[in-house]
């Protein structure tokens, strides 16, 4: 069994994995982590490895928790992976964006590919059919427009996520509204199309925690999945464990 750790840029998620099949999930703060991960270890004995996958800070004390329990991966550029990373800037390239690709050769291997992941951040990456990862866009996700919109004019307010009631916003709320939503809409729909003129072939996976608010509004045929990350994480680990 496998334990999978992603620690992201606002929460924490944990899965435990026997094979590819995900038996346990869990979101938690950091705050939590060192007495979720001992839960975990008595829960799951049979548990024997680990990979952590963090795009923020994480306490050098939790990482020894998870040392000290399993045989544990640290994700970065050196570890090996399933595909062929063409990234001109392997040293600068995210993990979360790693086990994406990941993701994406475990479930459609020999497939086109463009993963999004709607998080604080959107990104997009792309695998060719021959598990070549070429590279992406990152974007500002919903909630970062909704906040750099408050805190960078003097008047408009912060607002939470809403679907928006027409593309035309006859109050300032809702015109807030229109441009966030309808305007991640239009882009994620322009990326899709830009991808398919040249990939017409392609797979679309949509993931993270705005995939499911999205994935009801969008018009093209995709995957929306929440465990998708978590997924290729496990299968990084599988593929180092089994060289």
């Known amino acids: 069994m496998n334990l999978i750790i992603d620690v992201g840029n606002t929460s924490i998620k944990i899965g435990v994995f026997e094979k590819d099949s995900i038996v346990y999930k869990e979101t ?9 991960v001992q839960k975990v270890y008595q829960d799951y004995p049979l548990i024997n490895n680990a990979i952590i996958s963090s795009v923020a800070i994480i306490k050098k004390r939790d990482i020894v928790v998870v040392k000290n329990l399993f045989n544990t991966i640290i994700l970065d550029h050196t570890v090996r992976m399933p595909f062929k990373n063409l990234y001109a800037t392997p040293t600068t390239l995210g993990v ?3 086990g994406l ?3 994406a050769v475990g479930q459609f291997p020999k497939k086109n590919v463009l993963v999004i992941d709607a998080g604080t951040c959107i990104t997009y990456d792309f695998k060719n059919k021959d598990e070549e990862y070429l590279g992406g866009a990152i974007a500002p996700g919903l909630s970062l427009r909704y906040a750099s919109l408050h805190n960078y004019t003097s008047k408009l307010p912060l607002l939470e996520l809403e679907s928006p009631k027409n593309y035309i916003g006859d109050t300032t709320n809702q015109a807030i509204h229109s441009g966030i939503v309808n305007g991640v809409l239009y882009e994620i729909e322009g990326a899709i199309a830009e991808y398919c003129n040249t990939y017409p072939d392609l797979t679309v996976i949509l993931t993270g925690g705005d995939a499911h608010f999205l994935s009801k509004r969008l018009k093209n045929s995709i995957f929306a999945t929440s ?3 978590l997924e290729g994480l496990n299968h990084i680990l599988a593929f180092n464990n089994s060289q």
């Open 28 to 36: 938690l703060k950091s705050e939590n982590f060192s007495k979720v």
């Open 101 to 103: 690709v990941a993701g």
């Open 96 to 98: 979360d964006r790693l």
């Open 227 to 229: 465990n998708f990350l």
